[in-house]
């Protein structure tokens, strides 16, 4: 066994040692082993006398360094203060802002997913079809955090129960109208009698086909009887009541709104369950909206997400069982059978 060696590197003395030599190889103590030829001679203990005043903890805040692009920089948004898609007769999914909102000319904003990755994988690829097998290979094996790195902030307008649906995805920062604040505006959702939707048989948090007419416009009187409150909400307001009380009056089918801002990863867990036809049909209407937003400025990551997750299916193990043994799937539970068929037929099995 060779003898053990370790080192302990000490500040360079000089700054021309330090720029010509590379720093930290400037003085190094040996121990336990024969010095290398190399490696300057003096003791440690005088390794000390010139070391520059900035590279001393505590030393200030040196000046900051700006880098011009090596292309010119476009934004991402055209210019554009926002991108607005109205969703239903009062709300909106709007994109405020994006990070990154420069990009190089001629890339999307998939150039800084690209751009972390390569901290991890180096340049090697450089061209932009080579950007899309990376940001494709990143979707496809769930590496994650390189879209992190990109990040949406939207102004949102929805009704108070598609709000609390969003508002279970709680990675987003979001920071809503206050209706102890402000007299909430006058805004209700009411669907048209032929979108008045049937209660599913098969799934109780669904609904299946519309209903009939008579029932419908049954269903619309009384959101409008609800809707009625709101006066009532305003008198009461103004005779002193105090808003953050008189707020408990109001339906949920009141608007509110919000801004919202999550990062790419997060934004495609979100529309992966609320794009998904599991998902109520309202807030699908806002998701969808979301995702034509950003679609455009990062179309390489949402091509991918598309292939690889919104149009993608995950086979358990025991479908893989059957798909091979070409048995019927081994398990009594009928929720389970019932979404092996559906998958199947999906397959065009
Ligand atoms: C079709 C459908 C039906 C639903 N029905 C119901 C229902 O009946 N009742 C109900 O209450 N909810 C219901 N939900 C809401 C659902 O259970 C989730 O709360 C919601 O979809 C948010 O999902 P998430 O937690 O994965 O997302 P996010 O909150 O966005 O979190 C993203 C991911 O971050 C991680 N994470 C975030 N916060 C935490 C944390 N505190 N601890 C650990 N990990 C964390 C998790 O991995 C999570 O998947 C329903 C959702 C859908 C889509």
């Known amino acids: 066994m060779p003898p053990s060696r370790f080192e302990l590197?000490?500040?360079p003395v000089s700054r021309d040692f330090f720029d010509t030599n590379g720093g930290n190889r400037a003085r190094k103590c040996w121990h336990n082993a024969e010095m290398p030829s190399d490696v300057p001679t003096e003791p440690c203990?005088?390794?000390t006398p010139t070391v520059p005043p900035e590279m001393i903890a505590g030393a200030p805040v040196r000046p900051i360094v700006r880098t011009i692009p090596e292309t010119p920089l476009v934004d991402v948004m055209g210019g554009s203060a926002r991108w607005t898609i109205p969703v239903h007769e009062h709300g909106f999914v709007a994109l405020c802002d994006a990070m990154p909102r420069l990009v190089p000319e001629g890339k999307t904003a998939d150039f800084a997913i690209v751009q972390a990755a390569r901290v991890s994988y180096g340049d090697g690829t450089k061209h932009v079809n080579e950007d899309r097998g990376l940001v494709r290979y990143l979707l496809r094996h769930r590496h994650t955090t390189p879209l992190e790195m990109v990040e949406f902030k939207f102004h949102i307008a929805m009704p108070i129960f598609i709000a609390r649906q969003w508002?279970?995805?709680r990675t987003a920062n979001v920071n809503e109208c206050s209706a102890r604040y402000s007299i909430m505006?006058?805004?209700f959702?009411?669907?048209s009698v032929a979108s008045v939707r049937k209660q599913s048989k098969s799934n109780r948090q669904g609904s299946d086909g519309t209903i009939e007419v008579g029932t419908a416009e049954q269903f619309l009187e009384l959101l409008a009887d609800a809707e009625a409150h709101y006066a009532k909400y305003l008198n009461l307001i103004e005779q002193g009541v105090a808003r953050e009380l008189a707020r408990a009056a109001l339906p949920v089918s009141l608007y509110t709104?919000?801004?919202w801002k999550c990062d790419l990863h997060n934004i495609f867990h979100f529309l992966s369950l609320r794009m998904d036809d599991h998902a109520q049909l309202e807030i699908q209407d806002f998701a969808r909206a979301m995702f034509a937003l950003i679609k455009?400025?990062?179309p390489m990551a949402c091509e991918a997400?598309?292939?690889y997750r919104l149009h993608a299916m995950q086979l358990t193990a025991l479908e893989i069982a059957a798909l091979k043994s070409g048995q019927p799937l081994a398990t009594e539970n009928s929720r389970e059978r019932a979404e092996w068929d559906a998958k199947r037929a999906q397959l065009g099995l």
């Open 305 to 307: 997400f598309e292939d």
């Open 257 to 259: 709104e919000w801004y």
């Open 296 to 298: 455009p400025i990062v």
């Open 185 to 187: 505006p006058d805004r």
């Open 167 to 169: 508002i279970r995805h």
């Open 9 to 11: 590197r000490t500040r």
């Open 189 to 191: 959702y009411r669907p």
């Open 45 to 47: 203990a005088t390794a």
